[in-house]
T-cell receptor
Framework: KAGVTQTPRYLIKTRGQQVTLSCSPI?????VSWYQQTPGQGLQFLFE???????NKGNFPGRFSGRQFSNSRSEMNVSTLELGDSALYLC?????????????FGPGTRLLVL | AQSVTQLGSHVSVSEGALVLLRCNYS??????LFWYVQYPNQGLQLLLK??????LVKGINGFEAEFKKSETSFHLTKPSAHMSDAAEYFC???????????FGTGTRLTIIP
């Protein structure tokens, strides 16, 4: 079974540009969550999508947005990039079965904003 | 509002010794609590999750954590450390349904041969 895939793996952008990151969850997983990881702030939750609907949202500005498609693939968009957006962006897919939940993370997209 | 505090950004234990990683939480609602692990050059993995069922939660790789409401703690333990346990561990808290998952700053575990 293929794991969570994220594309691209590395990205360099300049301030003011926008970027779109993609995440393909494990087959059968309908929940996709996005996280930002930086040395200074650690891991921060961005948002979660389930069946094409945003179910939960963290404390990030509106420049950060996302969506989920009918095949559960998800994209995250960051507009008007700032230097502080440089980070590792992680995507995770989840499957809840009864009281058990499994969650798998992708390798991440490392974004550098210059 | 909810938050977690991980005591000790770096913890070193000898191989075969007890692993204890501390996590205290603050939450205005009954929390869900999580431990994640990130091995070197690998992605995050969910170790275990507490969702108000049994207070002692068993996870993968021999780890377990106990929810203690009176102490607002959710410490992670493993009876005997292996070299392969060297990694960074994150505690996290959310409301019911994974709402606004909040992570701790992480604890880097080093195993001494």
């Amino acid at each position: 079974k293929a794991g969570v895939t994220q594309t691209p793996r590395y990205l360099i952008k300049t301030r003011g540009q926008q970027v779109t990151l993609s995440c393909s969850p494990i087959s059968g997983h309908r929940s996709v969550s996005w996280y930002q990881q930086t040395p200074g702030q650690g891991l921060q939750f961005l948002f979660e999508y389930f069946s094409e609907t945003q179910r939960n949202k963290g404390n990030f500005p509106g420049r950060f947005s996302g969506r989920q498609f009918s095949n559960s693939r998800s994209e995250m968009n960051v507009s008007t990039l700032e230097l502080g957006d440089s980070a590792l962006y992680l995507c995770a897919s989840s499957l809840a079965t009864g009281n058990q939940e499994t969650q798998y993370f992708g390798p991440g997209t490392r974004l550098l904003v210059l | 509002a909810q938050s977690v505090t991980q005591l000790g950004s770096h913890v070193s234990v000898s191989e075969g010794a007890l692993v204890l990683l501390r996590c205290n939480y603050s939450s205005s609602v009954p929390p869900y609590l999580f431990w994640y692990v990130q091995y070197p050059n690998q992605g995050l993995q969910l170790l275990l999750k507490y969702t108000s069922a049994a207070t002692l939660v068993k996870g993968i790789n021999g780890f377990e954590a106990e929810f203690k409401k009176s102490e607002t703690s959710f410490h992670l333990t493993k009876p005997s450390a292996h070299m392969s346990d060297a990694a960074e561990y994150f505690c996290a808290v959310s409301g019911v349904g994974n709402e606004k998952l909040t992570f701790g700053t992480g604890t880097r575990l080093t195993i001494i041969p």
